[in-house]
């Protein structure tokens, strides 16, 4: 029923629903393997920095330095994040990269 990569390897939005963020917490209703639906969360703060004003897979702590930020679309974090410059610039990054459904819960890969 569901591709491989819906269940790793990132692509959490292909069997997750009602994701939205808060903060840094992404939070989403994800399907288990057996069918059923789970609320799960996640803090991207340890996984994603910012780095300049872009948005970056490494560890950080991305929201110290960002602001407004929501889901654009089914995976895309956006808001905007300071540059060195002390200058807010719009930044985003897709988290269906690393983010992913693993039996109905939310984790980085």
């Known amino acids: 029923m569901f591709a491989n ?3 790793a390897l990132g692509d959490f939005s292909q069997s997750c629903y009602d994701s939205g963020i808060s903060g840094s917490t992404l939070f989403s ?3 288990t393997i057996s069918g059923y639906l789970n ?3 996640i803090n991207l703060n340890p996984y994603i920095e910012n780095v300049d ?3 970056m897979w490494q ?3 991305f929201i110290q330095t960002c602001r407004y930020t929501q889901l654009s679309g089914p995976s895309f974090l956006v808001g905007e994040c300071k540059t060195r410059d002390q200058v ?3 930044a985003g ?3 269906d990269e690393h ?3 693993i039996d109905g819960t939310l984790k980085y890969e």
Do not use: D, H
Request: with cysteine; proline share 12%.
């Open 5 to 7: 990569q819906a269940w």
């Open 29 to 31: 209703t994800c399907r």
């Open 39 to 41: 609320p799960t969360q």
């Open 53 to 55: 004003g872009s948005l």
């Open 59 to 61: 560890p950080g702590n």
């Open 88 to 90: 807010w610039v719009p």
């Open 93 to 95: 990054i897709n988290l």
């Open 99 to 101: 983010i992913a459904n």
